[in-house]
């Protein structure tokens, strides 16, 4: 792994309710801009407005972050309450425990992490992107 490759990353995404989810994730780097499409599951919880699914989101891009060579991430997403839970450790509810730990672990992982909270304006085509697909997905 190249230790200094790092990448600002928008985030956003979006689930079924049943436990599916997509995320969309705008990546730039020193050498380039994309976009990458990282599907996820979680299991849903009614109490909790969809964290569980943006914290397994986070989850799974982590996990896709480190395999493609990233040690530093700064990752942006548009939910506040789920960027405080995770910029630094927090007491969650004991049924959000496992995903938040999930998503810790993912953050842990690399040598530097932020979790920042993105405005509803840059994550707008990434969310509507994913919840598109997951519509079409139903529909089929």
Do not use: W
């Amino acid at each position: 792994m190249n230790r200094n490759s790092a990448a600002d990353v928008l985030v956003g995404f979006a689930h079924d309710g049943s436990g599916r989810g997509i995320a969309y994730a705008a990546i730039a780097n020193g050498t380039g801009r994309g976009v990458m499409r990282i599907p996820f599951s979680a299991t849903p919880l009614a109490l909790y407005d969809g964290r569980e699914y943006a914290y397994a989101a986070v989850a799974a891009l982590g996990a896709e972050l480190r395999k493609r060579g990233f040690a530093r991430i700064r990752v942006r997403l548009g939910d506040e309450r789920v960027v405080r839970d995770l910029a630094s450790p927090v007491v969650v509810p004991p049924a959000l425990g496992m995903p938040y730990v999930r998503a810790r672990c993912a953050l842990n992982g690399f040598a530097a992490a932020r979790v920042e909270r993105a405005d509803p304006r840059e994550i707008a085509d990434l969310e509507g992107r994913a919840r598109a697909e997951l519509q079409l997905r139903t529909a089929a």
